[in-house]
């Protein structure tokens, strides 16, 4: 499975950006879809994630409310729609997929994405 995410950039807070991730390759044996983030000097951590067959989606707290995980199944495609950005919102985020574990832990997630930039100015 390869992964290529985009959708990143700057924004002031309060604004909005839509990251998507493309799936290519064996599909079909994707279990989940993540988006983690990891700003500088952090660990990576966990976003959203969402079952690649029932669509059922997970979010980290920080961002319940704000963020919003979807599919395109026809496009192979996960989008992550962020909503009232923050400052503390800006890291690398990547998309990820697995093909089984936990949705919320990096070590279940097999193939990674390259990463794009989400700079929120205050």
């Known amino acids: 499975v390869q992964l290529q995410a985009s959708g990143g950039g700057l924004v002031q807070a309060g604004g909005s950006l839509r990251l998507s991730c493309a799936a290519s390759?064996?599909?079909?044996?994707?279990?989940?879809m993540g988006w983690f983030r990891q700003a500088p000097g952090k660990e990576r951590e966990f976003v959203a994630g969402?079952?690649?067959?029932?669509?059922?989606?997970y979010y980290a707290d920080s961002v319940k409310g704000r963020y919003t995980i979807s599919r395109d199944s026809a496009k192979n495609t996960v989008y992550l729609q962020m909503n009232s950005l923050k400052p503390e919102d800006t890291a690398v985020y990547y998309c990820?997929?697995?093909?089984?574990?936990?949705?919320?832990?990096?070590?279940?997630?097999?193939?990674w994405g390259q990463g794009t930039q989400v700079t929120v100015s205050s």
């Open positions: 390759g064996r599909t079909f044996s994707i279990y989940n």
């Open positions: 990820a997929a697995s093909y089984s574990g936990t949705y919320y832990s990096t070590t279940s997630y097999r193939h």
């Open positions: 969402i079952g690649w067959g029932g669509g059922r989606t």
